[in-house]
T-cell receptor, first 114, second 113 residues
């Protein structure tokens, strides 16, 4: 997991609050993926960036979710307002090799919305 | 779009036995098939992958086989050890510009000592 830093590792918040999840690749990458993992739905791709531009955000559940990648070393996933059904583990991933779909996952952020 | 199905959802084996996990995919244009291992509290980690130009790939106790005609691929773990216990995910993609991985539902493997 050392190639990607995610923060916070755990977040507990109350319904209606804004939540910001952060992802920092150790080495800058122009591509980055955000996933959500739940028992019910498994591992779902939310959005991915290429050259810091969102390419496919069809997996973003609702307008309450937004993501940014201002540079190759940082990305955020924001939920506003949060709801209990957003409780999940959120992973960001980066390509291991340029031009391939081989991905390296971060350790994840466990989000609990009460 | 691509649809990946994975079986079984749970698998329990005795230490030293072999374990086999199978996946099918729907998109005949998919040509990249990785397998990930996820331990409790951690992110998925790539353990082996295969591309469609080969039918089998092996790395020590782990092997993956691919049948493009039937659109299925399998993970084989031999001489299983308790530390192999984890959730395993298969995935598939076209591996072209803008492509994305589609994951299976996962298999909880338990290796009993």
């Amino acid at each position: 997991d050392a190639g990607v830093i995610q923060s916070p590792r755990h977040e507990v918040t109350e319904m209606g609050q804004e939540v910001t999840l952060r992802c920092k690749p150790i080495s800058g990458h122009n591509s980055l993926f955000w996933y959500r993992q739940t028992m019910m739905r498994g591992l779902e791709l939310l959005i991915y960036f290429n050259n810091n531009v969102p390419i496919d955000d069809s997996g973003m559940p609702e307008d309450r979710f937004s993501a940014k990648m201002p540079n190759a070393s940082f990305s955020t996933l924001k939920i506003q307002p949060s709801e209990p059904r957003d409780s999940a583990v959120y992973f960001c991933a980066i390509p291991i090799d340029a031009g391939t779909d081989t991905q390296y996952f971060g350790p994840g952020t466990r989000l609990t919305v009460l | 779009g691509e649809n990946v199905e994975q079986h079984p959802s749970t698998l329990s084996v005795q230490e030293g036995d072999s374990a086999v996990i199978k996946c099918t995919y729907s998109d005949s244009a998919s040509n990249y098939f990785p397998w990930y291992k996820q331990e409790l509290g951690k992110g998925p980690q790539l353990i082996i992958d295969i591309r469609s130009n080969v039918g089998e790939k092996k790395d020590q106790r782990i092997a993956v086989t691919l049948n493009k005609t039937a659109k299925h691929f399998s993970l084989h773990i031999t001489e299983t050890q308790p530390e192999d216990s984890a959730v395993y995910f298969c995935a598939a993609s076209r591996e072209t510009s803008g492509s994305r991985l589609t994951f299976g539902e996962g298999t909880q493997l338990t290796v009993n000592p």
